[in-house]
């Protein structure tokens, strides 16, 4: 008997060669059906893909499907670190596909990575692509003030608003040395005037904590949380400030415990 998979698509920004002007990366666009239907035989699964706007390196997924209760809590890897709870298990990652633009297939013959056969049943495909052939282009130049390039320094990318919806124009947070700077990709790669800011300020016997990054809130982006260390204490805190662009934050002195800290020991 023939079951469906429900079908999820990545759709990647992947770069064009620019140079002094707004960020506009050519748009990687997958084209599948929504579902598709597999005997679980052993034979091999044909399913088409359109590649358009560039070529495309691609990965093909299976996972299980609204079976996470089911699954309930599996922890393992070095010392348990990898904990899962409650969420769907991937059971297959493909080798990467390297499609021209055009028509392509991604082939599958029913197996999880140990090369067993999948159970029959209802699963979910994701597939994920980017470019791979491109010359990369300039997203930001920063003045050594902003540390966009010092990933250990944290950078956080903001992708939807606060209805969940894609932004048209992600943004970077990045933190370092307690100023938050916002850059909207899509900007004049060039132009560091368009870099805003906001300072967090610390309080007495408080530093400001790398390399842990700034975030929004969900629910409402003018909102920063952020981590600072009081080290004689050994006491890590976050912090919650509001937005004040190119000025100093309003800091959240009411917001969690004591001084606004929420805290752990270190």
Request: hydrophobic share 35%; net charge negative.
């Given at each position: 008997?023939k079951?469906?998979?429900?079908?999820?698509?990545?759709?990647l920004l992947?770069p064009?060669?620019?140079?002094?002007?707004?960020?506009?990366?050519?748009?990687?666009?997958?084209?599948?059906?929504?579902?598709?239907?597999?005997?679980?035989?052993?034979?091999?699964?044909?399913?088409?893909v359109?590649v358009?706007?560039?070529?495309?390196?691609?990965?093909?997924?299976?996972?299980?499907?609204?079976k996470?209760?089911?699954i309930?809590?599996v922890?393992?890897?070095?010392?348990?670190?990898?904990?899962?709870?409650?969420?769907?298990?991937?059971?297959?990652m493909s080798p990467?596909f390297?499609?021209?633009?055009?028509s392509?297939?991604?082939?599958?013959?029913?197996?999880?990575?140990?090369?067993?056969?999948?159970?029959?049943?209802d699963?979910?495909?994701?597939?994920?692509?980017?470019?791979?052939?491109?010359?990369p282009?300039?997203?930001?130049?920063?003045?050594?003030?902003?540390?966009f390039?010092?990933?250990?320094?944290?950078?956080?990318?903001?992708?939807?608003d606060?209805?969940?919806t894609?932004?048209?124009?992600?943004?970077?947070?990045d933190?370092?040395?307690?100023?938050?700077?916002k850059w909207?990709?899509?900007?004049?790669?060039?132009?560091?005037?368009?870099i805003?800011?906001?300072?967090?300020?610390?309080?007495?016997?408080?530093?400001?904590?790398n390399?842990?990054?700034a975030?929004?809130?969900?629910?409402?982006?003018?909102?920063?949380?952020?981590?600072?260390?009081?080290?004689?204490?050994?006491?890590?805190?976050?912090?919650?400030?509001?937005?004040?662009?190119?000025?100093l934050?309003?800091r959240d002195?009411?917001?969690?415990?004591?001084?606004?800290?929420?805290?752990?020991?270190?």
């Open positions: 008997m079951k469906l998979f429900i079908t999820f698509f990545l759709v992947v064009t060669l620019s140079l002094a002007a707004d960020f506009l990366p050519t748009r990687l666009q997958l084209t599948m059906s929504e579902t598709i239907e597999y005997g679980f035989d052993g034979t091999t699964l044909n399913i088409p359109t358009t706007g560039t070529s495309a390196r691609l990965w093909f997924f299976v996972f299980t499907k609204d996470g209760d089911e309930g809590v922890q393992n890897g070095h010392l348990g670190w990898h904990y899962v709870n409650g969420i769907d298990t991937c059971m297959y990467p390297e499609f021209a633009e055009g392509n297939t991604i082939t599958w013959t029913g197996v999880d990575n140990d090369g067993g056969t999948i159970p029959e049943g699963y979910t495909y994701y597939v994920f692509a980017y470019d791979y052939m491109s010359p282009e300039l997203t930001i130049s920063c003045p050594p003030a902003v540390s390039s010092k990933m250990e320094q944290g950078i956080y990318v903001k992708e939807l606060e209805d969940g894609p932004l048209a124009n992600p943004y970077i947070l933190k370092n040395i307690g100023i938050v700077s909207i990709i899509g900007s004049d790669p060039t132009n560091t005037a368009l805003e800011t906001t300072d967090l300020q610390t309080v007495t016997e408080w530093s400001y904590q390399p842990h990054p975030s929004c809130d969900f629910n409402d982006n003018s909102i920063i949380y952020h981590a600072e260390s009081n080290k004689d204490a050994l006491v890590l805190a976050i912090r919650r400030a509001t937005w004040v662009p190119n000025d934050a309003t002195t009411e917001w969690g415990f004591e001084r606004g800290e929420c805290s752990g020991r270190c």
